[in-house]
């Protein structure tokens, strides 16, 4: 990389997304930039003298830049080249790091709190200070503790030592909604004198020294938060940072991937960091080392010995696991229940239509696959409601099915005339928990599956948390404090991260579940986490149709679940692919769910 020539041959710039690098050429290189792009699986042309590439491509690719025939006229976008000096400097630590994983740590535990500074005043405990000193012995991290090891405070105390140190003086942290009031606390709760947060939902605070975002907002506020990171040596955290896990393909993805690059330090958290295979994790790795981390998880996975692969990536994350935790074990069963005559009936007529639709499109697919999940639980599901949010009007005792009448109708009517055996037996799990003084959290993902239960629930004073919840702090906490609220009602994509409920709540009931394996272990992991009492009994219970969708997703969590315990070296998450039957006593749709999805239908 040489400094600008009298004459430039070569241009080198991040485009406006900074997820792509133009390359800009004169009518005497022409041919050589074509040369050039060829080099690069990303490589299109622009125009007769422009060339655009990713710049995970790129960095990747850095000795074909050196090929260029005028290295001296080679002029580097200034924002680019520190990118890339920084990425070399640390794809060199990252492979000391892989060639001699056994070499001691640049930083070791007893050194952390001596590298905090005066202001910090939170307690760390062993495994907290050894996480913080292999990130701190990297220039940047990634933390795939389970959730409640603390990865927020093991986070802050990163920016601790990066402040101190005089590296950076402003944190930018990416996370749920959901998680903002857990990092205004450990914001508080870690420092003498509490770090000043701003949300931008609020007004501006030009005086913030650590500013707040939620997912959904990293499109729509992009200028703004790359002129916060610039204004000042930054670090930036994504916090359950598999929602960026599309990498630049997706929206918060291309979003996380522009700004990563503006920070002196990146650190992704998530205790679930490759929930559909591979892909995601190489995305993830690939936001924290451009170039690098993509191309080390494809080396690593390309064997198919995940043992191997998880040695091999091992130094490039910290992991505490639940046994490090010494949390005492949860039960997990799957109970099976039988549709009735009708509801079979219906369901059958369902997967029969669904052998017209396009075997290949996947949001054709995604959508037939949600149809099937309610289906599964209560067809009355696919009816539209006066509302979104109408429950189902259930007859107790249901009537006699009279003869003759069209299934659509019947379908209509449904309710009237069979009970879904699933919410039958989540009624009779959550009546004999509540006889025994337990509170209950059951989940569901359909909001009209929710208002249904919820007044299927009546008797338990149910508290219910979802999209549409207007008093969504009052609702968990009344199921936290009131003794007489024994049941919560969610959906795992409104409250499965950044809430504890383990003080209060050791049983949970899953009405149904989709194909996201990450989804359902951060949902798991409300009622069991760090400071749960050692003799708790962590009681979950899995509901699912006999011979529907329900037993496809059970097939293809367990194989999510497998592909992630062994890339993290994690027991607790592979024993979660082989769940225990039980008696019954009363769709994130991935690529790679398509073919059993296809095989349940009948059209594989």
Not at 361 to 369: I, V, Y
Request: hydrophobic letters at 40%; aromatic letters at 6%; proline letters at 6%.
């Amino acid at each position: 990389m040489a400094e600008s020539a009298a004459e430039t041959s070569l241009r080198l710039s991040f485009d406006e997304s900074r997820t792509k690098v133009i390359l800009r050429t004169t009518d005497d290189y022409r041919e050589d930039l074509v040369q050039l792009a060829a080099r690069f699986r990303t490589g299109g042309q622009l125009g007769p003298l422009a060339v655009s590439v990713d710049i995970d491509d790129l960095l990747a690719q850095l000795n074909a830049i050196s090929a260029w025939p005028h290295h001296t006229g080679v002029e580097w976008d200034p924002e680019l080249r520190e990118l890339v000096l920084g990425i070399l400097q640390d794809a060199d630590a990252v492979k000391k790091r892989l060639e001699a994983p056994d070499q001691a740590l640049e930083v070791s535990p007893d050194d952390v709190p001596g590298m905090l500074g005066d202001g910090w005043k939170a307690e760390l405990n062993g495994f907290q200070r050894r996480d913080i000193a292999k990130l701190l012995s990297l220039q940047h991290g990634a933390n795939f503790s389970v959730p409640g090891a603390g990865k927020t405070r093991v986070a802050l105390a990163v920016y601790a030592a990066q402040k101190a140190q005089g590296k950076a003086s402003r944190l930018l942290v990416v996370c749920p909604k959901s998680a903002y009031e857990s990092w205004q606390y450990e914001t508080g709760a870690c420092f003498v004198h509490a770090l000043r947060p701003w949300f931008p939902d609020g007004p501006h605070d030009p005086f913030a020294e650590v500013l707040i975002v939620n997912y959904e907002r990293l499109d729509r506020s992009l200028g703004m938060l790359a002129a916060w990171l610039q204004a000042a040596p930054s670090m930036i955290i994504l916090d359950e940072a598999h929602r960026m896990k599309l990498g630049a393909r997706g929206t918060y993805g291309a979003a996380c991937m522009a700004l990563g690059p503006l920070a002196r330090r990146r650190l992704i958290l998530t205790g679930t960091p490759a929930p559909n295979g591979p892909k995601d994790l190489e995305n993830l790795l690939g936001f924290v080392w451009p170039g690098h981390g993509q191309r080390s998880v494809v080396q690593a996975v390309a064997g198919g010995d995940l043992r191997h692969a998880s040695t091999v990536l091992r130094p490039l994350f910290t992991r505490t696991t639940k046994q490090e935790l010494g949390l005492p074990p949860m039960e997990v069963h799957v109970r099976y229940v039988d549709m009735p005559s009708l509801h079979a009936e219906i369901y059958s007529s369902l997967v029969a239509g669904m052998n017209n639709g396009a075997r290949d499109d996947l949001s054709t697919l995604g959508k037939s696959a949600l149809r099937l999940l309610m289906a599964a639980t209560s067809p009355a599901l696919l009816l539209e409601g006066a509302t979104q949010y109408e429950p189902l009007a259930y007859q107790l005792p249901p009537l006699e099915i009279p003869q003759g009448d069209s299934l659509f109708t019947l379908l209509q009517d449904l309710p009237d005339y069979e009970l879904s055996p699933k919410y039958q037996e989540a009624v009779a799990i959550v009546a004999a928990n509540a006889a025994q003084g337990r509170k209950t959290l059951v989940w569901t993902t359909f909001v009209r599956s929710l208002t249904t239960l919820q007044k299927l629930l009546e008797a338990y004073g149910p508290a219910a948390v979802y999209g549409g919840t207007p008093d969504r702090e009052e609702q968990i906490r009344r199921f936290r404090e009131d003794p007489s609220c024994m049941v919560l009602i969610s959906n795992p994509a409104t409250l499965g991260e950044g809430i504890s409920l383990h003080h209060v709540c050791h049983d949970a009931v899953y009405v149904d579940r989709d194909f996201m394996a990450g989804r359902f272990l951060q949902s798991l992991d409300r009622i069991h986490r760090l400071g749960l009492d050692p003799s708790a009994e962590t009681r979950v219970t899995v509901l699912a149709a006999r011979n529907t969708i329900d037993q496809v997703v059970e097939v293809r969590l367990d194989q999510k679940l497998e592909f992630m315990g062994k890339i993290l070296d994690d027991p607790s998450v592979q024993q979660l692919s082989d769940l225990q039957e039980e008696p019954s006593v009363a769709a994130g749709l991935a690529p790679s769910d398509m073919a059993a999805l296809l095989q349940h239908v009948g059209i594989g």
